[in-house]
């Protein structure tokens, strides 16, 4: 967490992300969250919650209307860094299209160039973001893999990886 930051009365975290610990599905209020008076069992929150921080609470760098209850999206990264996710509210799923955020994210998808795939989650709906399109794969499964890149052409691409191509990279 930087040094600076707190997350005050942002508790978009406990809407919008899985608990595995609580069975909490995403997108849903958590039981134990009370408005006005936060987590309920505080002292006692799976390790899940003692450890996530998104990348508002991380990085300094983000400016207050990024913090996940006024830009209504938490982004956080996987895979070492690897991925991006922006897991929007479901009730405002047009807002990371909005101003200021559409634009930095689509100067932050330039890192796909570096290793790195930036990806809107809304529901189960996914979508992909390049620096040139978005690539919208609809609704996916949990299990759904995707992959993404660029082809031969140079041209972006992101689809789910079929069930051969999944056995075979086992
Ligand atoms: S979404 Fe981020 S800022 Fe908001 S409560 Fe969770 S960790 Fe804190
Ligand atoms: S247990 Fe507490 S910190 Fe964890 S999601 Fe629920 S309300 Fe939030």
New binding site residues.
Partial sequence: MAADRSCGSC?M???L?G?SE?D?APGV??????RGG?????H???T???T?ECEWLREPRWPDDWRPDRSKFVMFTEEGGKRLKIVVDEGAPGAWLSEPYYSRLKRMSQKVHEGQRLIICIGQRRIVVFPETDIDLGVLLDSDKIISGYDDAGVPYARVLSQNEAHEAR
Avoid at 29 to 34: L, S, T, V
Avoid at 38 to 42: K, L
């Fill in positions: 508790s975290c406990c809407k992300m608990i609580l909490k209020w958590c039981p134990n969250f009370k936060g987590c309920a069992i505080y006692d929150r799976p899940e919650c003692r996530f």
